[in-house]
Nanobody, 114 residues
Framework: QVQLVESGGGSVQAGGSLRLSCAASGRIFSPNVMGWYRQAPGKGRELVASITSRSVTNYADSVKGRFTISRDNAKNTVYLQMNSLKPEDTAVYYC????????WGQGTQVTVSS
């Protein structure tokens, strides 16, 4: 089992910044991929960004140039720095860990007002 604990969500005005963190604990295997997904009201869950244990990154087109994903392998923690936030970034953000199995965090709300 892997447990994921997220933090850092909140409310900001458009143009602002937030930083999300997700700490993984339990049976951590390498290689693995950690990432952030989001789900807005009435929409499906979509990939925001992911990073492998070798720090290869992948971003959704909608966040390229604004969001940065990083990780600290010693702490089994992944971060998402979100800059230049837009109202359309409003969603519940979920941390994801993929190795032998797929695990999800509980979600953290990000609200961006115009």
């Amino acid at each position: 089992q892997v447990q994921l604990v997220e933090s850092g969500g909140g409310s900001v005005q458009a143009g602002g910044s937030l930083r999300l963190s997700c700490a993984a604990s339990g049976r951590i295997f390498s290689p693995n991929v950690m990432g952030w997904y989001r789900q807005a009201p009435g929409k499906g869950r979509e990939l925001v960004a992911s990073i492998t244990s070798r720090s290869v990154t992948n971003y959704a087109d909608s966040v390229k140039g604004r969001f940065t994903i990083s990780r600290d392998n010693a702490k089994n923690t992944v971060y998402l720095q979100m800059n230049s936030l837009k109202p359309e970034d409003t969603a519940v953000y979920y941390c994801n860990y993929k190795s032998l199995l797929d695990y999800w965090g509980q979600g953290t709300q990000v609200t961006v007002s115009s």
